[in-house]
T-cell receptor, first 119, second 113 residues
Framework: DVKVTQSSRYLVKRTGEKVFLECVQD?????MFWYRQDPGLGLRLIYFSYDVKMKEKGDIPEGYSVSREKKERFSLILESASTNQTSMYLC??????????????????FGDGTRLSIL | KNEVEQSPQNLTAQEGEFITINCSYSVGISALHWLQQHPGGGIVSLFM?????KKHGRLIATINIQEKHSSLHITASHPRDSAVYIC???WGPGYFGNEKLTFGTGTRLTIIP
């Protein structure tokens, strides 16, 4: 079974701090994703990475950056934490499809989430 | 803007009832996922559909591409089915390797014994 591990289940930080959220997957997946989940808004994509050192902005990248130095690890960085970044953060990974096909998709495998509070 | 809408937002039912959760989307997709999230946060993938119907145990997922609509059905519901069910879509053909998804806001299902 695929295992996606997030470094913390709960985290409390102060406004202005630099915050690191770590995610590790053990299945050699090319794609990795960072989402935040807020009540009434569903999961929203912050950043994703389709290979080592490659990254693309998602729908809400402002205030965040990411790092992918090794294939198995994808880090989310809050450069200067603010109270509006209090949220549940979820990491996911998936295989890159080997064929170019109009249809289909790879399932994403999720970590258990990090509930981050910024005070 | 490409959107994914789920209904109902909340659903409470008695154990044993047949459950239907709906998902509609605004433009053409290449795939639709159904996901389950239990209290505590962990999300698991239930189904991925491009067309037709899939079944796994008591869960059935269908998709109608022309109507831009998918349903998730649970037969003989059980309290352990209580969770948030989330629909997510991959828009269009995308570019090779693009697996970005757009998510609905979820349906909270509660099954009462």
């Amino acid at each position: 079974d695929v295992k996606v591990t997030q470094s913390s289940r709960y985290l409390v930080k102060r406004t202005g701090e630099k915050v690191f959220l770590e995610c590790v997957q053990d299945m050699d997946h090319e794609n990795m994703f960072w989402y935040r989940q807020d009540p009434g808004l569903g999961l929203r994509l912050i950043y994703f990475s389709y290979d080592v050192k490659m990254k693309e902005k998602g729908d809400i990248p402002e205030g965040y950056s990411v790092s992918r130095e090794k294939k198995e690890r994808f880090s989310l960085i809050l450069e200067s934490a603010s109270t509006n970044q209090t949220s549940m953060y979820l990491c996911a990974s998936s295989l890159r499809r080997r064929v170019i096909a109009r249809e289909g998709s790879q399932p994403q495998h999720f970590g258990d989430g990090t509930r981050l509070s910024i005070l | 803007k490409n959107e994914v809408e789920q209904s109902p937002q909340n659903l409470t039912a008695q154990e044993g009832e047949f459950i239907t959760i709906n998902c509609s989307y605004s433009v053409g997709i290449s795939a639709l996922h159904w996901l389950q999230q239990h209290p505590g946060g962990g999300i698991v993938s239930l189904f991925m559909l491009s067309s037709g119907k899939k079944k796994h145990g008591r869960l059935i997922a269908t998709i109608n591409i022309q109507e831009k609509h998918s349903s998730l059905h649970i037969t003989a519901s059980h309290p352990r089915d209580s969770a948030v069910y989330i629909c997510a879509v991959r828009w269009g053909p995308g570019y090779f390797g693009n697996e970005k998804l757009t998510f609905g806001t979820g349906t909270r299902l509660t099954i009462i014994p």
